[in-house]
């Protein structure tokens, strides 16, 4: 496995053709390119420059995806209905599910980095002699946490968390 640094300017990196799904395709005749920049060594995360033409389409994301709109502009409208801008220095998270519909007035470039979500640990170590009881399993889950994260030790931070 190699360990090397990665290092590109997506703004200018050559892209190769990368078609949307034709049935995604809502209006116009939306031509994507990408270049995948980088990947983890375990396959997980991957980092992906990528540009479309004018159109809007559906998008349907089976990873999540956080993107960086480096040139251009798309508008995405949300499952809610609300729609918004994204331009130069914007960034957006589209959790693995989720769908969107992308409307690209004339070109737009971004970096992304998608992720495959992982299953979570799950720690079901119950204290010798504590009732079976919902409440006494979930105290037993969260008493034994310390020892999840040691066995996991990247977690979120406290001052990293949003409910945008």
């Not at 920049?37 to 995360?45: E, K, N, Q, V």
């Not at 989720?98 to 409307?103: D, G």
Request: charged share 25%; glycine share 8%.
């Amino acid at each position: 496995m190699s360990h090397s640094i990665v290092i590109a300017d997506p703004s200018t990196v050559a892209l190769s053709p990368a078609p949307i799904e034709p049935g995604w395709i809502v209006e116009g005749r939306p031509e994507a390119r990408a270049k995948e920049l980088a990947r983890s060594g375990d396959g997980t995360s991957v980092v992906v420059a990528w540009s479309c033409t004018a159109g809007r389409f559906r998008w349907h994301y089976s990873v999540d995806e956080t993107v960086h709109i480096i040139s251009g502009e798309v508008f995405v409208t949300k499952e809610d209905g609300v729609e918004r801008r994204l331009g130069p220095g914007d960034m957006a998270f589209f959790p693995a599910g989720s769908s969107s519909m992308w409307r690209v007035p004339t070109e737009v470039r971004k970096l992304a980095v998608c992720r495959h979500a992982l299953p979570q640990p799950l720690d079901l170590h119950c204290e010798r002699g504590a009732s079976s009881s919902p409440s006494s399993r979930a105290s037993a889950v969260r008493s034994s946490s310390h020892r999840a994260d040691r066995r996991y030790p990247i977690r979120p931070s406290a001052g990293n968390h949003s409910n945008k």
